[in-house]
C-alpha cells in the first residue's frame, strides 16, 4: 500500500478517526522533537562542564586564593596611599 493510497483511505474515515491520526502524528512528532532537544542540552552540559571557567569556578582552592590575592592587592593600595599623604610637598 503506498501513502497515496493510505491517505485516500484515511480520508474516507469519519472525523474522529481522522482525529486520532492527527493527534498520533502530532505525539510522533514531538517525541522526536523532545529527544533532539534533550540530546542537544545534554551536549551543550557537557561541553559547559569542559569548560576552562567551569573548571575553575567548581575549584574552591582557586576561587579562596583570588579572593586572598583581591584582599592583598586592596591593603597594598590603602598602604600606598596612607603613605603618600604622610609624604610632605606631595
Not at 19 to 28: D, L, P, Q, T
Not at 52 to 77: C, G, I, R
Request: charged letters at 20%; hydrophobic letters at 40%.
Amino acid at each position: 500500500m503506498s501513502i497515496q493510497e493510505k491517505l485516500e483511505e484515511i480520508k474516507k474515515q469519519p472525523e474522529h478517526i481522522r482525529m486520532r491520526y492527527v493527534i498520533g502524528c502530532v505525539v510522533i512528532s514531538m517525541i522526536f522533537v523532545f529527544v533532539v532537544w534533550f540530546v542537544s542540552l545534554k551536549q551543550n552540559f557537557e561541553h559547559i562542564k569542559e569548560s576552562p571557567l567551569m573548571q575553575n569556578a567548581t575549584n574552591n582552592n582557586s576561587f579562596d586564593n583570588a579572593v586572598k590575592e583581591l584582599k592583598d592587592q586592596k591593603d597594598s593600595l590603602m598602604n600606598n596611599g596612607s603613605q603618600s599623604q604622610s609624604v610632605p610637598g606631595v
